[in-house]
């Protein structure tokens, strides 16, 4: 049996999908039709189903039949229900994210868990998509293969479905090999102007150091990456045979967004083996009508982000010092949000379906970040590693030896197994590690620990901006207070996020005055701010704060030959071309 879509564009101008499930007559009587609420890789429920417009199911002689809500996100046939239907469901599309459908006159981005829902019971069962281009002159990319019939594309089963994502339009588009295996890369962005060619050069490089980094092994035929590109915003989502992107169109212009946007190819590359093959064990068998909770997202997301600037490193892609002073400012976020004193990276991917992904301006102070966080401690690990064994690859072995274990496995992992794997490599139980930088919410001293690869961390001189303690967002309308951080300046004077600033010691605060007027003053001086709450007008009297200080990564100059050695087997580049102090 075969499970059958068929999706019809001919209203995109309008951001509306129509899409029709055709129901096999086994599985008419009382069938279940679920919407997906969330989509792999974004651990967050979506509610797609707000999406949808209109549904109705008809009988194999085209007469309607009644379509039952059942649950949230699900509806259901009759019982009595006999022989083939069809169910057809309209979706608005009109909201340009990696997770989400966007369809208008250039594109249409279809992510299947917003776009097909399931037949359950046939989950099992091959399902095939049937998505001609419209207009004919459009070109439609997919993640999954393409079928025998014309424009049709085949998923295994409906998890291999929904872990793919499809791309229309008359779109610029580069292929290239990594490994002997075809790639391809295409450009959504309206405008930008990529170099297609610079690229291809550049996801050739990332991927074939990432290849390197797991035993030599491609898992794939064929890997599509899919760009979407607005005036703002970005991320990336993975999947099986490739990864759907998003950048702002400026990003080829940029020196910084381009090495983002590099950084990002490496990190949906490096999915293809940790989470989409190598996957904790409460994802193995997800459930898509609600959230299935795994703590080891610090391992599945902030070990990726840890290796997504290495790996453009060893790749040549990223030049050394803008690694390290990307470590480097890692390292300082996880320093300034207060949240890790309050949750453990563990709790952090337990709790990320209504914490990480549901943001308020209090965040910083309650959560910490698995992505940022959990690439501090994957480094950690890789120091201490390298520390006991200079001529070994420390976090690189353990990577490749958890692939060998568990990589497309029944189980999965567990963090157990993860403890297990580096305990292997190390020699040694590296349980206290795990208890206190992972259960646990203390930080790991990386500063201990740069020994081992020949570094050290310097103190740097320059910005004597006394703390306020908030993070600001500024527009012509003013500035915002998003977040005052907890136990600093503004928190112990009574400000709180979300506060609109509206003067300093009785001088008018605009966009870009704030740095200039805290510039002026000196540690320990009060200042008078006021600020716009709702419909009050409040003034609360701040003591600044100390500077907050700033470092270096740089070269130890008294570092040994051994040190010095797995420096370079660390990064791939010599050690004296660290920057010194």
Not at 88 to 102: C, F, I, M, Q, S
Not at 139 to 144: A, F, P, Q
Not at 207 to 236: I, N, Q
Request: charge should be negative.
């Amino acid at each position: 049996m075969t499970v059958r879509y068929a999706v019809d564009l001919r209203d995109r101008l309008h951001h509306l999908v129509r899409v029709t499930l055709s129901v096999p007559a086994e599985h008419a009587a009382g069938a279940r039709i679920v919407l997906p609420v969330w989509t792999p890789g974004s651990y967050v429920v979506r509610d797609y189903v707000h999406h949808v417009q209109w549904i109705r199911a008809v009988d194999a002689a085209g007469a309607e039949v009644d379509l039952m809500p059942d649950g949230h996100t699900a509806w259901r046939l009759p019982e009595r229900a006999s022989g083939a239907h069809e169910v057809t469901l309209e979706l608005y599309a009109n909201e340009l994210t990696v997770r989400t459908n966007h369809v208008d006159d250039h594109h249409a981005l279809l992510i299947p868990a917003a776009t097909f829902p399931y037949l359950e019971g046939a989950e099992h069962e091959p399902h095939v998509v049937h998505l001609p281009a419209v207009p004919a002159t459009h070109r439609v990319w997919s993640l999954l293969p393409a079928g025998e019939e014309a424009d049709t594309y085949v998923a295994e089963h409906r998890d291999h479905l929904v872990d793919s994502a499809f791309e229309v339009g008359d779109l610029p588009a580069v292929e290239f090999e990594v490994a002997g295996v075809p790639h391809a890369f295409v450009w959504a962005g309206h405008g930008g102007r990529p170099d297609l060619d610079a690229i291809a050069r550049d996801a050739t490089a990332i991927g074939e150091a990432a290849v390197s980094l797991f035993d030599g092994v491609l898992p794939v035929d064929r890997y599509v990456y899919l760009c979407t590109g607005w005036h703002e915003g970005g991320g990336g989502l993975e999947h099986r045979e490739g990864s759907v992107l998003q950048m702002p169109i400026r990003t080829f212009q940029d020196a910084d967004l381009l090495a983002r946007f590099q950084s990002l190819v490496a990190h949906e590359y490096l999915h293809l083996w940790n989470v989409k093959r190598l996957v904790p064990a409460a994802l193995v068998a997800p459930d898509y009508e609600r959230p299935t909770h795994t703590e080891s997202l610090w391992v599945a997301e902030g070990w990726t982000a840890y290796y997504d600037e290495l790996v453009p490193l060893r790749a040549g892609v990223w030049t050394l010092t803008r690694f390290l002073d990307n470590l480097r400012d890692t390292w300082q976020r996880v320093l300034d949000t207060p949240g890790v004193a309050l949750q453990s990276l563990r709790r952090a991917g337990h709790e990320a379906w209504v914490k990480h992904y549901v943001r308020d301006e209090n965040t910083l102070n309650a959560n910490t970040d698995y992505y940022g966080h959990g690439a501090l401690v994957a480094w950690y690990l890789d120091l201490r590693l390298r520390e006991r064994q200079p001529d070994g690859d420390g976090l690189d072995d353990v990577f490749r030896l958890l692939w060998r274990r568990h990589a497309d496995t029944a189980e999965g992992y567990t963090e157990a197994d993860v403890e297990k794997a580096v305990a292997d490599v190390a020699g040694e139980d590296f349980g206290h590690v795990f208890a206190a930088h992972v259960a646990g919410t203390e930080l790991p001293p990386v500063d201990d620990a740069l020994h081992a690869v020949g570094l050290k961390v310097v103190a740097t001189s320059g910005d004597e901006t006394p703390d306020l303690g908030v993070h600001v967002t500024e527009d012509d309308h003013g500035v915002v207070f998003a977040t005052v951080l907890r136990g600093r300046p503004a928190w112990q004077a009574g400000l709180t996020g979300g506060d609109q600033l509206v003067a300093v010691d009785g001088t008018r605060v605009g966009r870009g005055h704030l740095p200039g007027m805290l510039q002026a003053r000196g540690a320990g001086d009060t200042v008078e701010v006021t600020v716009l709450r709702g419909p009050r007008m409040l003034t609360r009297t701040v003591t600044l704060g100390a500077p907050r200080p700033g470092r270096r990564l740089v070269r130890d100059e008294a570092a040994s030959d051994a040190q010095r050695e797995a420096f370079r087997r660390w990064t791939g580049t010599a050690w004296d071309a660290a920057p010194s102090a």
